[in-house]
């Protein structure tokens, strides 16, 4: 996070003594980015957060990838991916897992029951974009009300748990980056404000709301996926026990319709529609805007090639301008090594067109995604003929 807050109870110096009630001191913990040299947090707890009682591995969380297949365009259908409904899964355990490098892990989830443990992924920071849902995001830092469009940014090293709200059907798009997720430098000051060019700024970011601070003792759980695998730690006392904190790294809520685009007088590249930034990928917020405004201009993008980066698009709602046969929930991936653009019709049929309400969240990565199992088994297969202009899409090359 970029900007510094505090909630709950803290000492007016860092590092000293702090006494709860009883007398006995309160335990401070530093939760950090890239060592001490980082944006952190203080966090101070009723009871120190270092007290293992029990540690079970649970099982190898190894994702399983398509065998070598023709780089292509690919089309996955994730509205086909939602599982057996009368089945209760949590927000963890019914990620379907499609797209995957070393940098970061795109998963589908379509949760129905609340997480019963709280969970901490290792290696960096997750990004949940609540395309349908609501409910509450639990941390040690405090409760977080999530509703649809809401991206939920939560930092590496703190322990979570999400709460879906009864009966309320949820689709979550999940990113696990092996790293940290931030705010586009172009978009901040040197001291790390929010610049006035930015197409969003502080007032649109949501903090925890209030601390949950749990005086209690008992068995608590813990899952915390590291290293290939998900394992279990069972604490004597709540792991929500934190009385205040203050600091940079905190979990939080941004809307995308809180996304304020950027237009042109002719289109403009998808840099401008950029939202964060992770370990060798971005992540761009497109949203309904108004069109370019040049007399000639053409609105609908030109066809472009992919060097450096894979292109996967999950789209939200709306009518999105430039491809056909695409439906909400679907995720189109363009990998690099191969040039792309809008479908045969839609790049004439865009002139004169003032608006669009299409609402989709790309992901661009700078290192080859692998393709899962799961994702082949809900793909379209004809996508990668589908800007041939006739209806007899399949040749005979002589
Ligand atoms: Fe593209």
């Known amino acids: ?26 335990h401070e913990e530093l939760i950090g980015n890239q060592g001490f040299a980082g944006n952190h947090s203080l966090v101070y707890h009723l009871r120190p957060p270092t007290e293992i009682a029990q540690v079970n591995v649970i099982g190898v969380t190894r994702l399983t990838y398509e065998e070598s297949e023709a780089l292509r365009p690919r089309h996955f259908r994730t509205a086909e991916a939602g599982g057996d409904a009368n089945c209760q899964v949590d927000a963890i355990a019914s990620r379907i897992p499609l797209l995957s490098n070393a940098d970061v892990t795109l998963a589908i989830a379509h949760p129905n029951k609340p997480m019963t443990y709280w969970y901490r992924f290792a290696h960096g920071d997750e990004l949940l974009f609540i395309h349908q849902g609501k409910g509450r995001l ?15 940014m939560i930092p590496a090293g703190i322990l979570w748990r999400l709460i879906p709200e009864r009966g309320v059907a949820q689709i ?5 980056a092996s790293g940290h997720i ?3 430098q172009q978009y901040l000051s040197p001291q790390g404000q929010f610049l006035e060019q930015a197409p969003y700024c502080e007032r649109d970011i949501r903090p925890p709301e209030r ?3 749990h005086d209690e003792i008992g068995v608590f759980e813990v899952r915390v996926k590291a290293r290939g695998s998900l394992t279990q730690y069972c604490y004597t006392h709540h792991p929500l026990d934190v009385v205040g904190w203050d600091g940079s790294v905190w979990p939080y809520a941004f809307n995308i319709k809180d996304f304020e685009p950027i237009t042109g007088r002719v289109h403009q590249p998808p840099s401008v529609h950029q939202t964060f930034a992770g370990p060798n990928f971005v992540v761009c917020s497109f949203v309904p805007r108004l069109f370019d405004y040049h007399p000639q201009g053409i609105p609908a993008p030109y066809n472009h090639a992919n060097v450096d980066s894979d292109e996967v698009i999950y789209y939200v709602e709306g009518h999105f301008m430039s491809r056909k046969g695409i439906e909400r929930g679907s995720i189109t991936f363009h990998p690099s090594g191969l040039s792309h653009g809008p479908h045969p019709g839609t790049y004439e049929a865009s002139i004169g067109k003032s608006r669009t309400e299409e609402l ?9 995604l692998r393709v899962t199992t799961q994702a082949s088994a809900i793909e379209d297969v004809d996508y990668v003929y589908s800007w041939l202009p006739l209806k007899s899409r399949k040749l005979t090359l002589q």
């Open 1 to 26: 996070m970029t900007y510094y807050t505090h909630l709950g109870q803290i000492p007016h110096k860092r590092h000293t003594q702090f006494r709860q009630p009883d007398g006995t001191l309160y």
């Open 138 to 152: 639990e941390s040690q830092l405090g409760e977080l009300h999530y509703r649809s469009g809401d991206y939920l």
């Open 172 to 176: 979550h798009l999940s990113l696990e």
């Open 182 to 184: 931030r705010t586009p």
């Open 211 to 213: 601390l949950l601070t």
């Open 360 to 368: 989709a969240v790309m992901i661009d990565t700078f290192r080859p």
